[in-house]
């Protein structure tokens, strides 16, 4: 692998901060020689204190923070290097581990370059290649609010049971190459951004979020659900609290759904002070004999 060249883990959550991990194994830039490069970035929209941190290296381990703050600014984050680290590979695999800590909460995320992380990332440059090129070779087209957005049929029959079911000559969507989503315009090319690219506006996503859980609950998109929660999550407080409770509910969002509700029960006398509070729930009043329930047991 080249310097530069990174191994990146998927997202992972401390609580409600989300992180995610790269290594470099040859060095963050030309001049590294045998350097290991590693980067924790912070994935949340606020800035959020580490505890501690503990790396090992194959066999070595490190202690490189105590008690720092990394700042919010997607993709920012803190970074370090090892000296050495190459020449002690055991049957060339380089392991990475690392131990996070903050408040009291602990997680482990390992990387490793075997096979199967080496032929995942591969796939993954090859999508977004395919998706910045202009998703050449395009043969489905996606209609959303009248507006067509093409993507490849091989991709979304992988992308999720919804669709996998749909990619069989005997459906009416696969033989006039279309089909006919419940998004808006600017929803349906994100969504095609996300399964080439795993990637979202995040100012559109914000914006969206509600109806973007919606979408991914309505075509078993695991992925976007999981990225949509998070956000959700990140983005919880007493004014939206009701909000994301019930569409937790309603769109198997168990994360939010459950976070919400806890954040409800905490702030109940608040939301009984504001005017028409029983109205938030709309029609799932059982959510209130819920939250009911909750409070006698």
């Known amino acids: 692998m080249e310097p ?16 995610a991990l790269s290594v470099y194994p040859r060095g963050i830039k030309d001049g590294d020689g045998r350097k290991v490069g590693i980067y924790l970035s912070n994935k949340t929209v ?22 720092e703050t990394i700042k ?32 009291g909460e602990k997680v482990v995320v ?3 370059t075997d096979e199967d992380s080496m032929v995942k ?7 977004r290649t395919l998706y910045e090129d202009g998703l050449v070779g395009a043969d489905f087209l996606l209609v959303c609010a009248g507006e067509e957005v093409a993507a490849h049929r091989n991709i979304l029959q992988g992308a999720s049971p919804y669709f996998k079911a749909m990619m069989v000559p005997e459906r ?29 506006d995040t100012d559109i996503l914000e914006e969206n979020v509600i109806a973007f859980l919606r979408v991914a609950d309505m075509y078993l998109l695991d992925g ?58 709309g029609k799932d009043i059982e959510l209130i004999v819920e939250l009911a329930v909750e409070i006698l047991n």
């Open 121 to 127: 990332n591969q796939a993954q440059a090859i999508l």
């Open 172 to 200: 009416s969507e696969y033989k006039k190459g279309r089909t006919t989503m419940d998004c808006t315009g600017e929803m349906g090319r994100e969504l095609v951004k996300f399964l080439y690219t795993s990637k979202l």
């Open 4 to 19: 530069g060249k990174s191994i990146e883990s998927d997202v992972f959550s401390i609580g409600s901060n989300s992180f």
């Open 46 to 67: 606020s800035d959020v204190k580490v505890k501690s941190c503990t790396v090992s290296v194959s066999s070595e381990s490190y202690n490189p923070m105590k008690d």
């Open 224 to 281: 976007l659900k999981d990225m949509t929660e998070r956000l959700m999550v990140n983005l919880l407080n007493k004014q939206n609290m009701v909000e994301f409770f019930v569409a937790g509910s309603r769109y198997n969002g168990e994360r939010i759904c459950e976070t919400a509700k806890k954040f409800v029960l905490s702030n109940l006398r608040w939301l009984k002070q504001q005017e028409g509070w029983k109205d938030r729930f």
């Open 72 to 103: 919010s600014l997607v993709g920012r984050g803190w970074s370090f290097q090892y000296i050495g680290i190459m020449d002690s590979l055991s049957d060339g695999v380089l392991e990475v581990k690392m131990d996070v800590e903050m408040e």
């Open 110 to 112: 390992n990387l490793t």
